[in-house]
């Protein structure tokens, strides 16, 4: 039965419309759980972001750096990072000014390509520009498969942007522009004068005694499309040549404005440029997976792995890192969460087995074991038809160095048993 809504219950309704929005954290992502699990965790890994600082005044600055490597298990049917990809911040509406962007020190002003099993470290510099709190992910927009992002971190953005904000740049004829404001002239003049044209060609057809579409419509279904000629006035015609001839004039008097005002000008630029190379972590061990197996009623993801060392510290599992969710060994290394969204889980990997010495070669079994599975919908991987996962596994010495191995193959699905 269909009651009608009482006029008290509407506010009520607003309320509880709201405090469903304020008190569920989807409503705050913007599409990162989205993307298919096999894709998330297959494209990018990324490690060591860091945001600093976290908390800004509108006009000040903050350091985005981090390390991302490219998956040898990159899907087949998606476009490649190798083919031309770029280095970006994801953060709703323009928010920041992208100051510097680096990859390997090399400027990521253009594309380039990012080689699958390579490392490299990131560095962007952003200017708050307007006050708020953004949740901001690395990007890697590759050609042709979309962004490819990192987990977001939280800044918080304080204070308003003031009218004389300014976003200046030395062009290179030595000029000083602000692009806040460079050009808006023209470019609110330009638009105005187009969309009177518009509004005045189409106020010539619809504003008259027999207007467009369905009186002529009806005629042409009657007479047959023979007569179509004879709803043409010459008053058309006349108007018509004239409209023509204002188009042609004000796009050509456009084109020489526009020469005379900027003489000197170059195309946007879209070759590709070449990243630098760094050192590439040494033959340290070797890894090799076999068993990876989810028990979907205990959201765990089990895996075995036979590792050989071929250091000369004992090494031990610290954590898994896979679609920017990372499970972390509490043996090994203790984490904290930036953020309140920071999908880390700092008790989630279970290693069972020692340590594995200089030279041996030992089998350990892994778990990761965490409710963010479910929350970042990485268990819909099993519901692929490529049920394959990737991930980056990191390891310790007893001195803290760090080295990692990156991990993959068939996932397989257990629906019954609990482990
Ligand atoms: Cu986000």
New binding site residues.
Partial sequence: MIKKMKIWQMPLMVVCLVGFQLYSDVVF??G?RAQQAGIRMRTMYWWDVDVSPTKVKVGELVTITGKFMPSSFWPEHLASSEVASFMNIGVPGPAFLRMHSHVNGTPMVRSTRFYRGKEYHFKVVLKARQGGEY?V?PVVSVKDAGPIIAS?VWITVEGERPDDFKNEVETLMGDTIDLEHYGMQEIIWFNAFWFAVGVAWLGFWFIRKDPVLLRRYTFIAEHGEAEAGSLISVKDMVVSAAFFGLTMVAIVAGYMWANAKYPNTTPLQTGKVVTNEIPQQGDVLDVVVSNAVYHIPGRAFNFDITVTNKGDSPLRVGDFATAGVRFVNADVLTVKPIDKSDPVSPAGLIVTGPAVQPGETRTLRVSANDALWEKYRLTSLIYDPDSRFGGMLFFYDDEGNRYYSEVGGVMIPDFQNVE
Wanted: charge should be negative; aromatic fraction near 0%.
């Fill in positions: 992502a913007h990162e949740h992910h977001g």
